[in-house]
């Protein structure tokens, strides 16, 4: 048994439903016992420090740390870290510059697997324990990034992606080819360890109506699989969906009529939908990933937040630093853009509530929550301890704050990779800031 101490956040519901005050928990003196790989006590230390087998050794981080539920990004292109920060390009015009000239490069299974390590060296440095992740069109992507994440011991969902038009020929696989190559890496990965499959048509530009429909078929067959792929990022991606498939209702319907709508599918971005679409993700049980730090950088437009957790019709929305349109893996630096994406559609976005997202409210939207995503008993033992004071504006500031609600906006507004102290997986320290 190991057990780490200091103040602690947790979520036991929704804050956007049943509001913080029946949902967070705020530890001011905490102890997390984990042993193999969950976690064993959580609670105040005066209460779980008589618990603990004799000798067992409490790693406290003092009163300046915070530990939390490990953060979780649902949606990223792990091939896209080596081109983060590109220059001036809107989406579909970005995508053939720097996307699919950088994806042609993972033909070299060597290369692919140098990104997946930088890749995943980068998350645990930015306390992500959980992601939701786009390989390439080459089976090996998905491979080499498993098989790094299957040392670690991490719970990660991939897929290889599918697209047979619309991007270079050597980026396309066809119908059949995409779903025989999707079919052997579930058979392969799927449930192995901590490990699952995502299938992955990238987006409906890129997948004919057969493709779509055999990944539909796919997902029928392995529904306990995620499925992840994009939805109305850009007004000018919305417009041409609707262009390739005249006779679907809204864009939503080109995935819904192909199968590809329910329970345990990721839709990254969603801004540009339509009320019937928010309606169906609702019924479906589909969830969104708000990517902030992407829909400024390439232009696309601000989520509205408010808008998908409506309490009459709530839509399961999880966070996405959606690197390399992203432009940090850092789940502080995407909370400070989901707080800008709210404000401009008039809306207050609390820390607390934002803190959720990137840990039970992402789980959920990834059908996890009863795996990761918060600490209690029985749960993976995933944490992240951040450092309340980790610069010197930060620690300034936080000599000024009224109380923890105060504390936790400094963090996500001011805060980094820098905040950092340790990232643990499945109980086991996989990184300590330096």
């Given at each position: 048994?190991?057990?780490?101490?200091?103040?602690a956040?947790?979520?036991?519901?929704?804050?956007?439903?049943?509001?913080l005050?029946?949902?967070?928990?705020h530890?001011?003196?905490?102890?997390?016992?984990?042993a193999?790989?969950?976690?064993?006590?959580?609670?105040?230390?005066?209460?779980?420090?008589?618990?603990?087998?004799?000798?067992?050794?409490?790693?406290?981080?003092?009163?300046?740390?915070?530990?939390?539920?490990?953060?979780?990004?649902t949606?990223?292109?792990?091939?896209?870290?080596?081109?983060i920060?590109?220059?001036?390009?809107?989406?579909?015009?970005?995508?053939?510059?720097?996307t699919?000239?950088?994806?042609?490069?993972?033909?070299?299974?060597?290369?692919?697997?140098?990104?997946?390590?930088?890749?995943?060296?980068?998350?645990l440095?930015?306390?992500?324990?959980?992601?939701?992740?786009?390989?390439?069109?080459?089976?090996?992507?998905?491979?080499?990034?498993?098989?790094?994440?299957?040392?670690?011991?991490?719970?990660?969902?991939?897929?290889k992606?599918?697209?047979?038009?619309?991007a270079?020929?050597d980026?396309?696989?066809?119908?059949?080819?995409?779903y025989?190559?999707?079919?052997?890496?579930?058979?392969?990965?799927?449930?192995r360890?901590?490990l699952?499959?995502?299938?992955?048509?990238r987006?409906?530009?890129?997948?004919?109506?057969?493709?779509?429909?055999?990944?539909?078929?796919l997902?029928?067959?392995?529904?306990?699989?995620?499925?992840?792929?994009?939805?109305?990022?850009s007004?000018?991606?919305?417009?041409?969906?609707?262009?390739?498939?005249?006779?679907?209702r809204?864009?939503?319907d080109?995935?819904?009529h192909?199968?590809?709508?329910?329970?345990?599918?990721?839709?990254g971005?969603?801004?540009?939908?339509?009320?019937?679409e928010?309606?169906?993700?609702?019924?479906?049980?589909a969830?969104?990933?708000?990517?902030p730090?992407?829909?400024?950088?390439?232009?696309?437009?601000?989520?509205?937040?408010?808008r998908?957790?409506?309490?009459?019709?709530?839509?399961?929305?999880?966070?996405?630093?959606?690197?390399?349109?992203?432009?940090s893996?850092?789940?502080?630096?995407?909370?400070?853009?989901?707080?800008?994406?709210?404000?401009?559609n008039?809306?207050?976005?609390?820390?607390g509530?934002?803190?959720?997202?990137?840990?039970?409210?992402?789980?959920?939207?990834?059908?996890?929550?009863?795996?990761?995503?918060?600490?209690?008993?029985?749960?993976?033992?995933?944490?992240?301890?951040l450092?309340?004071?980790?610069?010197?504006?930060?620690?300034?500031?936080?000599?000024?704050?009224?109380?923890?609600?105060?504390?936790l906006?400094?963090?996500?507004?001011?805060?980094?990779?820098?905040?950092?102290?340790?990232?643990?997986?499945?109980?086991?320290?996989?990184?300590?800031?330096?």
């Amino acid at each position: 048994m190991t057990a780490v101490r200091g103040p602690a956040l947790t979520f036991t519901g929704d804050p956007f439903h049943d509001g913080l005050d029946a949902t967070m928990v705020h530890e001011p003196d905490a102890i997390v016992a984990m042993a193999d790989g969950k976690i064993v006590h959580f609670g105040p230390a005066g209460r779980i420090a008589p618990l603990l087998p004799a000798g067992t050794e409490v790693l406290d981080y003092g009163r300046d740390a915070l530990i939390s539920a490990g953060f979780i990004d649902t949606h990223v292109h792990y091939p896209q870290t080596p081109m983060i920060a590109s220059h001036g390009a809107q989406l579909l015009d970005w995508l053939n510059k720097y996307t699919f000239p950088t994806e042609l490069k993972f033909a070299d299974k060597a290369y692919a697997r140098e990104v997946a390590r930088l890749f995943l060296r980068e998350n645990l440095r930015n306390g992500i324990t959980t992601s939701c992740v786009y390989c390439t069109v080459h089976p090996h992507s998905v491979d080499v990034l498993f098989e790094e994440a299957e040392q670690i011991g991490l719970r990660l969902a991939a897929g290889k992606v599918l697209m047979d038009r619309n991007a270079p020929a050597d980026l396309l696989d066809t119908a059949q080819s995409g779903y025989d190559e999707s079919l052997a890496l579930i058979r392969k990965w799927h449930g192995r360890g901590r490990l699952l499959y995502a299938i992955t048509p990238r987006f409906a530009g890129t997948s004919t109506p057969a493709q779509l429909a055999a990944a539909g078929a796919l997902w029928r067959e392995n529904r306990d699989c995620l499925m992840q792929t994009h939805i109305a990022e850009s007004q000018d991606e919305v417009a041409w969906i609707k262009e390739l498939f005249p006779d679907r209702r809204n864009y939503l319907d080109v995935y819904d009529h192909h199968g590809l709508c329910g329970a345990r599918a990721v839709f990254g971005h969603g801004i540009w939908l339509g009320e019937p679409e928010m309606d169906r993700l609702h019924t479906s049980g589909a969830a969104i990933a708000h990517c902030p730090t992407s829909n400024f950088f390439l232009g696309s437009g601000a989520f509205d937040l408010g808008r998908a957790v409506r309490n009459d019709r709530p839509v399961r929305v999880g966070l996405g630093t959606d690197v390399g349109g992203g432009t940090s893996f850092s789940i502080m630096a995407t909370l400070d853009a989901a707080y800008k994406a709210s404000q401009l559609n008039r809306q207050s976005l609390p820390a607390g509530h934002a803190y959720y997202l990137a840990t039970r409210g992402s789980a959920r939207a990834m059908y996890l929550d009863d795996k990761v995503g918060s600490l209690a008993v029985g749960m993976e033992a995933d944490l992240v301890v951040l450092d309340m004071r980790s610069t010197p504006l930060i620690d300034a500031r936080m000599a000024t704050a009224r109380d923890f609600a105060e504390q936790l906006f400094i963090q996500m507004i001011l805060g980094d990779d820098r905040a950092v102290q340790a990232t643990y997986v499945a109980g086991q320290p996989v990184y300590t800031k330096p």
